[in-house]
T-cell receptor
Framework: DQQVKQNSPSLSVQEGRISILNCDYT??????FLWYKKYPAEGPTFLIS?????DKNEDGRFTVFLNKSAKHLSLHIVPSQPGDSAVYFC??????????????FGTGTRLTIIP | DTGVSQDPRHKITKRGQNVTFRCDPI?????LYWYRQTLGQGPEFLTY????????KSRLLSDRFSAERPKGSFSTLEIQRTEQGDSAMYLC??????????????FGPGTRLTVL
């Protein structure tokens, strides 16, 4: 069963506009969420995370929003730049509090920024 | 500042052969994780260590797979009698100990295994 879902396999956005990537989860034990960016032939690179005690976390051009009641999170990138073109993975963890630190990943969304 | 390193980056082998991969985590990171990623999927958890202790193994890790972290530093992942279904990217990650920050895992570049 897919506990973390990224329903959009791909997304194209004009340079300078906002990119919004979405992620849904089903396991209510998840309490820590992360976004990773992946270029071809490289490992995932950590972007930003959010704990379940927050509903928003911002880091430069990247903002993650968490809606616990809907079990939904989103990553906003603004303004989008050509270097943002990559595959983005949403991941979730039960966290150290539950002794379950493994990450469960979604299937990824390929973001293409159009110059 | 060196990140997580993995060796080799690519491995091509024939079915039935044994292969071994190495991962060197970020220094002073107590936790080390192995994941596997196949085409079109996100990484899937295989196993993780805290120091030298292997604390959890996924059911994906069949008897042909074994992982070690003998001195709590680098780790090896061995696959015996490889099968074509083992073809994948094998990713290693590490994380520090203590507090919420332990949940942020930093990944290496991966080892791409192709079984012919």
């Amino acid at each position: 069963d897919q506990q973390v879902k990224q329903n959009s396999p791909s997304l194209s956005v004009q340079e300078g506009r906002i990119s919004i990537l979405n992620c849904d989860y089903t396991n209510s034990m998840f309490d820590y969420f992360l976004w990773y960016k992946k270029y071809p032939a490289e490992g995932p690179t950590f972007l930003i995370s959010i704990s379940s005690i927050k509903d928003k976390n911002e880091d430069g051009r990247f903002t993650v929003f968490l809606n616990k009641s809907a079990k939904h999170l989103s990553l906003h990138i603004v303004p989008s730049q050509p270097g943002d073109s990559a595959v983005y993975f949403c991941a979730a963890s039960g966290g150290a509090n539950f002794g379950n630190e493994k990450l469960t990943f979604g299937t990824g969304t390929r973001l293409t920024i159009i110059p | 500042d060196t990140g997580v390193s993995q060796d080799p980056r690519h491995k091509i082998t024939k079915r039935g052969q044994n292969v071994t991969f190495r991962c060197d985590p970020i220094s002073e990171h107590n936790r080390l994780y192995w994941y596997r990623q196949t085409l079109g999927q996100g990484p899937e958890f295989l196993t993780y260590f805290q120091n030298e202790a292997q604390l959890e193994k996924s059911r994906l890790l069949s008897d042909r797979f074994s992982a070690e972290r003998p001195k709590g530093s680098f780790s090896t992942l061995e696959i015996q009698r490889t099968e074509q279904g083992d073809s994948a990217m094998y990713l290693c990650a590490s994380s520090p100990r203590g507090g919420r920050e332990t949940d942020t895992q930093y990944f290496g570049p991966g080892t791409r295994l192709t079984v012919l």
